[in-house]
């Protein structure tokens, strides 16, 4: 009975026929998740404020000069053909007793279940200094779209010989080795067509993903044009003078030619203005089926969720959103899910011809995932050239795969 | 020896309250973690950290395995005349290191 009390309180929209599940956000997440929902057989509208998405994966390639930004371009359309409802509106608002999502226009979208992948919104309020006007001369790039663009020609334009410097945050944020191929990718270009300049990487960290693969790559690709400094060196930054373009650390003040400032981050906000993320601005789940901690029938997926072990990239909200579908469907169905196991793989790029990964498979434990011991690993410390090659070729391979498992 | 990382105002005003600023790079091994072996790792802590001000102590800590690795302490010091700032941190296994840096008052 005590099923079918619950079951009553989810599905309201269901005497008038399927039930229906509301997805806020069309990125990496949101997209696979309405998808995977349609194809359960239910009735799914996708709430997506842009016209097209803009992928992050891929983007510090642009910034490098590598790539166009429009090659990270990908549209809706195939999420239409299978039947999903996509609404270009920003959503403002979730009624949470009456279980609606009201869009900028006022309207409302009812919901039995609401899957929130919101993403990331950058904190304007957590470096003293840096807020979304410093971010025009000090673009953070954090987000595919104008602010790569920013950031590239601002490469562009600085002559040979000037400094470029990249600010990491603490954890957590979105895509973890992200600062690091950044880095990696911008050191390649002033290599290549600014030898005389160097970039200090200031990091408010002592650790990091693919750490010494990413440093043994340094040392041996750009000696003496990358700077890691790390916390312990006191690399955190602690302000910044956007008009002067100078970072300060309690240690000292950097200024810069070009400045990547990567601020802290938290859950995109309509997972805040719904009530579903905490004090850390990221929102606590059930690692099982994705559902809020703080509010029932309401589930979160991708960068916005804690996911404990799982990092928060695109490979993750993919597969997160696939489970989460599932567990969706099921509970609309009154059965209870199965515990998952999640798989992550990363690939970074420190040269357009030098790739390494990190793989990982996560188990739900607790409110977290955590780490399935002795599965998934890095790439070699010491492979040769030609396994970096290759590995090169499986990151373009896996940005085609996974956009079209998404998009496509 | 340690990396260390001090922040000193290079020039503070007579009766002025300004902040000091020291890292040190400790590996603040606290004595109960296993290491791959499962053996315990014995305990290599900084123990007590002291500031003088012209020979004078003005600052000190207790550190405790509590305390997380690279020790960084903020304090303050009242600007009284010119002279050397010295810092010195000791801890397990004879650990003793002292730096100086110069004040002036103005």
Redesign the interface.
Known sequence: MAGAAASALVRPALAQGRAKVVVVGGGFGGATCARALRRAGLDVTLVEAEATYMACPFSNAVIAGLRGLEELRFGYGALRREGVAVVHQAAVAVEVESRRVVLADGAGVPYDRLVLAPGIDLRFDALPGYDARGAETLPHAWKAGAQTELLRRQLDAMEDGGTVVVSVPANPYRCPPGPYERASLIAHYLKTRKPRSKLILLDSK?SFSKQRLFQAAWASLYPGLLEHVP????GAVTAVDAAERTLST???DHRASVANVIPPQQAGRIARVAGVSDRSGWCPIDPVTFESRLRPGIHVIGDAAIGGAIPKSAFAANAEAKVCAEAVAGLLRDEAPAAPKLINTCYSLVAPDYGISIAGVYRPAGDLFADVEGAGGTSPLDAPLSVRALEARYAEDWFRIITADVFG | MA?V???VPRTVRRGEVFEI?A?I?HTMETGYRPDAGGEVVPRDIIRRFACAYNGEEVFAAELSPAVA??P?L?FTAVAAESGTLSFTWTGDNGFSQTETRPVAVE
């Not at chain 1, 916390?231 to 006191?234: E, W």
């Open positions: 002592d916390l312990s060196a006191g309690d240690f000292g | 990396r990382l001090i922040n600023r890292l790079q690795a690279n960084f903020v």
